[in-house]
């Protein structure tokens, strides 16, 4: 299984907490159900080429914080999630999204009215392309 992650080797953030972060929106998303198995250590260093440390510091973060599981000899696994934890999952990282967003607006110059115009656009086109 290949899992939708990017990485932006650019960014500030750390590569393995980058990796937390959208398995974590996975997880609350459905995308990545209870009981789904995640691929090994090994195979999603190599698909995301990084280093195999990398991923074995997320998926023990993952373990310790209760998203996954690991069975000895069978892999590592979607925990049960609690759905108040993952509305909020939902809600901080559309928030982390959008905060980044604006940043970015604001680092052009951007005025308050010229990003709401931005915002409401796409959210204009998004409706529209629903339809």
Same mark, same amino acid.
């Given at each position: 299984?290949?899992?939708?992650?990017?990485?932006? /080797?650019?960014?500030?953030?750390?590569?393995?907490?980058?990796?937390?972060?959208?398995?974590?929106?996975?997880?609350?998303?459905?995308?990545?159900?209870?009981?789904?198995?995640?691929?090994?250590?090994?195979?999603?260093?190599?698909?995301?080429?990084?280093?195999?440390?990398?991923?074995?510091?997320?998926?023990?973060?993952?373990?310790?914080?209760?998203?996954?599981?690991?069975?000895?000899? /069978?892999?590592?696994?979607?925990?049960?999630?609690?759905?108040?934890? /993952?509305?909020?999952?939902?809600?901080?990282?559309?928030?982390?999204?959008?905060? /980044?967003?604006?940043?970015?607006?604001?680092?052009?110059?951007?005025?308050?009215?010229?990003?709401?115009?931005?915002?409401?656009?796409?959210?204009?086109?998004?409706?529209?392309?629903?339809?």
């Amino acid at each position: 299984m290949e899992l939708p992650i990017r990485l932006s /080797k650019d960014s500030r953030e750390p590569i393995y907490h980058q990796i937390e972060k959208q398995l974590k929106a996975l997880i609350a998303s459905g995308l990545l159900a209870e009981g789904t198995p995640l691929p090994s250590i090994r195979a999603l260093s190599k698909d995301l080429e990084i280093s195999v440390i990398t991923i074995r510091r997320a998926y023990q973060n993952l373990e310790n914080e209760g998203f996954t599981k690991t069975i000895q000899g /069978k892999g590592t696994f979607v925990a049960k999630i609690a759905d108040p934890i /993952k509305q909020q999952i939902k809600v901080s990282t559309v928030y982390q999204a959008m905060e /980044k967003a604006i940043e970015t607006a604001v680092s052009y110059d951007y005025t308050f009215q010229q990003i709401e115009g931005i915002f409401k656009e796409i959210l204009t086109t998004y409706e529209e392309d629903k339809k």
